[in-house]
């Protein structure tokens, strides 16, 4: 346990409480602890040998362990709280009806009373009934990691959409629960995991829920209308849509800003962008895109989010390029990765064209720093300094295949100005020439420039015109 917490004044303080399960997960552990763990049920007697690997075993399931409870921390913080204490369990099995088992619930009682603490958060799903005996037993409120996250979300949602996409996946969560859960879903006494529809309707009259869920569904199946109306009124102009992916606090808002000015809220807190941002980027080639910043992905997202939130998340499915954003500085980078993977996948979008852009390179020492070296499929960036953000925007110049780039050969009156500001505005001007009152010029210009200028109101704007393909 670390030796002190952050204490934040007025904040509720929270103790939390990690759990690992040996039995039936060897798959996900390490290939040091699973060799470790193999040794040393092969040959319990060969001394040094069994030592060495009861003691990789034993490091390695402290590091893991780690990884769980640091995220359930940052959690944890980001939902206003104050953390009062930590403690981990490993177990072959979860106990039925306490999840962590008779021996551990009596430490936990004591390290609640002496914290001081008033909840508990556990970095596992809990049954009613857990959850029930837990809080008889630790005296204190107790909510699982679940309803953490959807905790964060209600405090984070601006708009109209994120807020009913929010309450949606609360009244579904909650429905299954509703009988004879515990205090830690009492409205009375607020505080963390308690935002949302509020005990009283919830258990007086459970028709009532499932109207509010089918309400709240039609409400957000018209969102997802207006948004295709959008959608196909941008079609009309040939215009690509770029997706921002990533896990949560990979820098995806700060490399949005970076990008594009937007001015989003960054910040290091878990779920900080929850609503959806879609701002315009010039590229090289004076092609316009469009680029989507997402929400956050995380280790367990919670079922509920992922469907409540598609509406949100179309733009992802029909990205022509998924730029996926990683933490460089992380150690649980490839277990991140991998959760964004299964969240990619869940939405239909895993086989998108993509690049992986390795953020906060600025973080590293300098000597890792010389050693980077972008490759076809990975670039590596600093947000915060700017850092690679040139070759990145090249990168997608080249992967966006909407509109593409044209070079041709161009004769242009010179009193034909609106023509010529197009070309400026929207073409890269290779070589400018003039002969007998025209300009003649040798331009990289999407199709769809090529074609307005072609097909001006008042006739051609271009005398004449060859397109090198």
Known sequence: MPASFDTVPGAERAFLVGVAFRHGHSASRGPQAQLASQLAHENAEAGPRAAQAGDALEKQEASEAEEPLGELRELALSAGASIAGELMQRRDRPDAATLIGRGKLEELRGAVASSGAGLVVFDHELTPSQQRNLEDAAGARVIDRTQLILDIFARHARTREGQLQVELAQLEYLLPRLS??????????????????????????????????????????????????????????????????????????????????????????????????????????????????????IRQLPHQLVTAFRA?????????????????????????????????????????????????????????????????????????????????????????????????????????????????????????????????????????????????????????AVIFL
């Open 312 to 464: 949100t998340l179309e733009e992802v499915e029909r990205a022509v390029v998924i730029v996926e954003v990683s933490d460089v500085t992380s150690p649980n980078r490839a277990e991140q990765d991998a959760q964004v993977e299964q969240v990619l996948h869940e939405l239909g979008a895993q086989s998108s064209p993509r690049v992986r852009v390795l953020n906060k390179t600025d973080l590293l020492p300098t000597g890792r720093r010389a050693e980077l070296r972008n490759t076809a499929d990975e670039m590596y960036v600093s947000a915060r300094s700017g850092e690679g953000l040139g070759a990145l925007v090249a990168r997608l110049d080249a992967m966006v295949q909407v509109d593409p780039v044209k070079r041709a050969r161009l004769r242009v009156p010179q009193a034909n100005g609106k023509a010529l500001a197009i070309l400026e505005a929207h073409a890269r001007i290779l070589t400018r020439e003039y002969d007998e009152g025209c300009v003649v010029l040798e331009v990289d210009a999407p199709e769809s420039v090529l074609r307005e200028l072609a097909g001006h109101n008042n006739g051609p704007a271009i005398k004449e």
């Open 180 to 297: 004879g859960r515990g205090a830690g879903m009492s409205q009375l006494g607020g505080g963390i995991g308690t935002r949302g529809p509020g005990e009283t309707q919830l258990e007086t009259d459970r028709r009532r829920i499932y109207r509010r869920i089918r309400d709240l569904k039609q409400q957000l199946e018209g969102v997802r209308r207006a948004r295709a109306q959008q959608r196909q009124r941008r079609e009309t102009v040939p215009i690509a849509t770029v997706a921002l992916v990533g896990y949560t606090n990979a820098g995806k808002s700060t490399l949005f800003n970076a990008l594009t000015r937007a001015g989003v809220e960054a910040s290091s807190r878990m779920f900080a962008t929850l609503d959806p941002t879609i701002r315009s980027l010039t590229l090289p080639s004076r092609r316009k895109i469009l680029l989507s910043d997402t929400v956050g992905f």
